[in-house]
T-cell receptor, first 111, second 115 residues
Framework: NAGVTQTPKFQVLKTGQSMTLQCAQDMNHEYMSWYRQDPGMGLRLIHYSVGAGITDQGEVPNGYNVSRSTTEDFPLRLLSAAPSQTSVYFC??????????FGEGSRLTVL | AQKVTQAQTEISVVEKEDVTLDCVYETRDTTYYLFWYKQPPSGELVFLIRRNSFDEQNEISGRYSWNFQKSTSSFNFTITASQVVDSAVYFCALSEAWTGNQFYFGTGTSLTVIP
């Protein structure tokens, strides 16, 4: 069972570069989301989607872009990376009212 | 306003002691769900339990137990006879039905079990 797959696991960027964190799930979950985890801040919601073609902003959306063209995939785009975006990113999916299934996380460093 | 509050930032206990992790939530919804997740040092997030707002029965799973009290908006987690493997960060989370399954996480409690 693959579950939620995130790539890459590690990435180093220079300020101003762009990149995409990939997320795919094979559980046919309608709900998908991206979180960032910073020390002492818990998990903060960046963007989420309740189905293909539908996305919405979470608590900390600035500097990030998402799209949901299929049920399976929910990529997160950093348009112009900044050092403040250095973090660990988690993708997660869920069935309606169910628990979140998380990917293994992606550690991003922006220099 | 913080929807989920975990006031305990860090807790240290000696192995075999019992420990309770507190979680207080805030919601106006009558239908909601509460969760606990464990994040061991390896970094992955492990689901522990899900509770819906209509089920206030306490739950026990091995050394783990959960106390859900709607009157105090609390969903506390107790580990009995703690072990070194319980050392982790524990997150409490809330999902409200009306927001379409949007989750709110607390800031986590870091538990260290000393051998």
């Amino acid at each position: 069972n693959a579950g939620v797959t995130q790539t890459p696991k590690f990435q180093v960027l220079k300020t101003g570069q762009s990149m995409t964190l990939q997320c795919a799930q094979d559980m046919n979950h309608e709900y998908m989301s991206w979180y960032r985890q910073d020390p002492g801040m818990g998990l903060r919601l960046i963007h989420y989607s309740v189905g293909a073609g539908i996305t919405d902003q979470g608590e900390v959306p600035n500097g990030y872009n998402v799209s949901r063209s299929t049920t399976e995939d929910f990529p997160l785009r950093l348009l112009s990376a900044a050092p403040s975006q250095t973090s660990v990113y988690f993708c997660a999916s869920a069935q309606a009212t169910g628990e979140l299934f998380f990917g293994e996380g992606s550690r991003l460093t922006v220099l | 306003a913080q929807k989920v509050t975990q006031a305990q930032t860090e807790i240290s206990v000696v192995e075999k002691e019992d420990v309770t992790l507190d979680c207080v939530y805030e919601t106006r919804d009558t239908t909601y769900y509460l969760f606990w997740y464990k994040q061991p040092p390896s970094g992955e997030l492990v689901f522990l339990i899900r509770r819906n707002s209509f089920d206030e029965q306490n739950e026990i799973s091995g050394r783990y137990s959960w106390n859900f009290q709607k009157s105090t908006s609390s969903f506390n987690f107790t580990i009995t006879a703690s072990q070194v493997v319980d050392s982790a960060v524990y997150f409490c989370a809330l999902s409200e039905a009306w927001t379409g399954n949007q989750f709110y996480f607390g800031t986590g409690t870091s538990l260290t079990v000393i051998p």
